[in-house]
């Protein structure tokens, strides 16, 4: 359900980036620690992005895996459950080392072909 | 026309984090701490804030209720004096489900800081969204009552890392339920490992002694840690 919370903090950073440009793409690297639907964030960053500079433009989402570090014994390891406890030495002082991201990493924008001719 | 690629790699939630440590900073040079109070609708968010705030033994403190619609909470709270500002969300995109840092920063005139020590928010009730958005708080708490089954740290995960505390509510139901407190317990230390947590009933007062004794800690030594 945070997915359209979500899409609206994705379209304010595009806007902030795109200065004034129309939008075709915007490329995303979601942790799955983030618990975002990849199929109801694109629908609902379709619908807010309606009336911005992001209105038709394709979300293109990479999904990075959950992986976990412990600063007790070095150990990493991949989760898929969210269990966040160190499997080798039981220690809870544990880092995210990948999965925490959302980040958007680029756009694609329109620019007038003209510009700077004299 | 000709399509150009920009680069950008920002988090999504920089925005409102910015903001959230505008507040802090505002929140600071007032000497004021601020605890963020997150969980479920019903879970008995206001009913623990009615059980502390008259008694925080001589620290001034001040409520911000976030609701969607609507004063009830801070109604419940009115014949406690001490001052609670009402932040409504509904004028936000069809009623925003959790309180941003903005809303709270344009909550910031109504709150009269050089009255208050410590300022109480309660969250809008969701497990979601207000994992998401940091508000300038010095500290998380959230509160999980035990009818909402064993399971839900394994559910809503994002909320039950997003806190310092987790308070377990309700307690007094424990004779009438078929609950596992040992099984929510375990459930919330592997999602989160060794996360404080407090057992409580806001109804019959278990509890809320070691609930008031953590704000107390929070009022007078807050962790400083930047925002993101």
Redesign the interface.
Known sequence: ??E???S???V???A???EGRRV??VE?RVGT???VIPDTLEFYFEF?ARGTLCEGARLKQEVIDARLRCNGCGHEWEIE?????CPECA????EIASGN?????????????CIGQR | ????????????????NTIASANRADFDRAGVKVVNFMGAPGAGKTALLERVVADLRGVRVGVLEGDVEGSMDADRLAHLHVPVTQLNTGAG?GG???L?ANMVRSAMPALALEEIDLLLVENVG?L??P???RIGENARVMVSAITEGEDK??KY??MF?ACELVIVNKVDLLPHLDFDLDKLLYNI??????VETIVVSARSGQGVEAWREWLLRIAAHAPQEAIA
């Open positions: 359900m945070h359209l919370s979500l609206s903090a994705i304010n950073t595009v902030k980036h795109a075709t793409v995303l620690l983030r618990q807010v459950i969210p269990a966040f406890r220690g809870g002082d544990v991201e959302f980040e958007v990493e680029a756009i694609e924008v329109e620019e007038a072909q | 026309m000709h399509r150009t690629k920009v680069r950008i790699v920002e988090d999504a939630l920089d925005a409102n995109f925003e489900c959790h941003d969701n979601v969204c994992a998401e958005f740290p394994l995960p994002l890392r230390d592997a999602v989160h490992p060794d």
